[in-house]
């Protein structure tokens, strides 16, 4: 029996680190990875590490499928069953997968309201929003206003959200076709170090800089992503990684003592995200209060 009479769901590109998810009574639907004839759930048949060490040697390229309508409906009616009233569903953005239009094909099939909400971004930006939602239904909007205000807790994390990712290379970006406006980087320029950006008003990938070496572009990524955000105001800071945790641990530490965060997390970025953005990527994804 959950808890609360609002269920909180987000797929598994959220990134929110396990203990976080348990805390907060959050329900995570796996996105698939298909490498092959197997067909592995997100973070459950698949964990980062062992994806990262087989991304890196693996003639063959894995592909990504969302969940299935009849896999949402699941888990809708098993929401239901724990006691859940309404649903509140997170998703990645709905110009990089096709979740977040199947989540809403399943919202039609079930008798239970759900509310699906567009995050317009991958990993943090999704997961600081679902975070964001789950605290206030913690805080006690959901005996309150409801769906209503837990909604209005991520949204108003949406508004400032800042994510820059680091690329050791443009690669796996373009052959999974999430590049979106970053396109001008393609052809000649795939040798280079790519800094990219989360547009969360379309939801897509944008070109934010390009430089030679690794060392260079990190610093890139530190700059462009604080120059985003009001230092004065409380900071929720998540650092993500493509299976580097010393450099992750290298860059969290050096945002805690240069701008003392109310929140920082560093977690792995999972299988479905980092097919896309490949082994060493580096990220900065955070809010202002």
Same mark, same amino acid.
């Given at each position: 029996?959950?808890? =609360?009479?609002?269920?909180?769901?987000?797929?598994?590109?959220?990134?929110?680190?396990?203990?976080?998810?348990?805390?907060?009574?959050?329900?995570?639907?796996?996105?698939?990875?298909?490498?092959?004839?197997?067909?592995? !759930? #997100?973070?459950?048949?698949?964990?980062?590490?062992?994806? =990262?060490?087989?991304?890196?040697?693996?003639?063959? &390229?894995?592909?990504?499928?969302?969940?299935?309508?009849?896999?949402?409906?699941?888990?809708?009616?098993?929401?239901?069953?724990?006691?859940?009233?309404?649903?509140?569903?997170?998703?990645?953005?709905?110009?990089?997968?096709?979740?977040?239009?199947?989540?809403?094909?399943?919202?039609?099939?079930? #008798?239970?309201?759900?509310?699906?909400?567009?995050?317009?971004?991958?990993?943090?930006?999704?997961?600081?929003?679902?975070?964001?939602?789950? @605290?206030?239904?913690e805080a006690g909007a959901d005996a309150g206003a409801g769906p209503a205000a837990i909604i209005a807790a991520a949204? @108003?994390?949406?508004?400032?959200?800042?994510?820059?990712? =680091?690329?050791?290379? &443009?690669?796996? *970006?373009?052959?999974?076709?999430?590049?979106?406006?970053?396109?001008?980087?393609?052809?000649? &320029?795939?040798?280079?170090?790519?800094?990219?950006?989360?547009? +969360?008003?379309?939801?897509?990938?944008?070109?934010?800089? !390009?430089?030679r070496t690794r060392r260079k572009g990190i610093e890139a990524l530190y700059q462009r992503f604080f120059e985003k955000?009001?230092?004065?105001?409380?900071?929720?800071?998540?650092?993500? +990684?493509?299976?580097?945790?010393?450099?992750?641990?290298?860059?969290?530490?050096?945002? !805690?003592?240069?701008? +003392?965060?109310?929140?920082?997390?560093?977690?792995?970025?999972?299988?479905?995200?980092? *097919? +896309?953005?490949?082994? @060493?990527?580096?990220?900065?994804?955070? =809010?202002?209060?």
């Amino acid at each position: 029996m959950i808890p =609360y009479s609002t269920a909180i769901i987000a797929d598994s590109t959220c990134d929110i680190p396990a203990d976080l998810v348990e805390r907060y009574h959050i329900n995570i639907i796996p996105q698939i990875v298909i490498w092959g004839d197997q067909e592995l !759930r #997100d973070r459950v048949d698949i964990q980062p590490d062992e994806f =990262y060490q087989r991304l890196s040697t693996s003639p063959r &390229l894995p592909t990504t499928s969302q969940p299935s309508v009849k896999s949402f409906i699941e888990y809708y009616q098993a929401a239901q069953a724990d006691g859940a009233r309404e649903i509140v569903v997170l998703t990645v953005s709905s110009a990089m997968s096709g979740t977040y239009q199947t989540a809403q094909q399943a919202a039609q099939l079930v #008798d239970i309201p759900v509310h699906v909400i567009d995050s317009k971004g991958p990993t943090m930006s999704l997961g600081w929003q679902t975070l964001a939602a789950a @605290r206030a239904r913690e805080a006690g909007a959901d005996a309150g206003a409801g769906p209503a205000a837990i909604i209005a807790a991520a949204d @108003r994390v949406r508004q400032t959200v800042v994510q820059f990712v =680091y690329l050791d290379t &443009l690669d796996y *970006l373009h052959k999974g076709g999430r590049i979106g406006n970053a396109t001008r980087f393609i052809g000649a &320029l795939l040798d280079l170090k790519p800094l990219v950006e989360i547009n +969360h008003q379309t939801g897509l990938v944008e070109g934010a800089d !390009r430089v030679r070496t690794r060392r260079k572009g990190i610093e890139a990524l530190y700059q462009r992503f604080f120059e985003k955000l009001d230092r004065n105001r409380p900071l929720h800071i998540a650092v993500l +990684h493509g299976g580097v945790l010393d450099d992750a641990v290298a860059l969290a530490e050096r945002v !805690r003592q240069e701008y +003392h965060p109310a929140e920082l997390l560093i977690n792995i970025t999972g299988p479905v995200l980092g *097919l +896309h953005t490949g082994p @060493r990527a580096l990220a900065l994804c955070g =809010y202002m209060e």
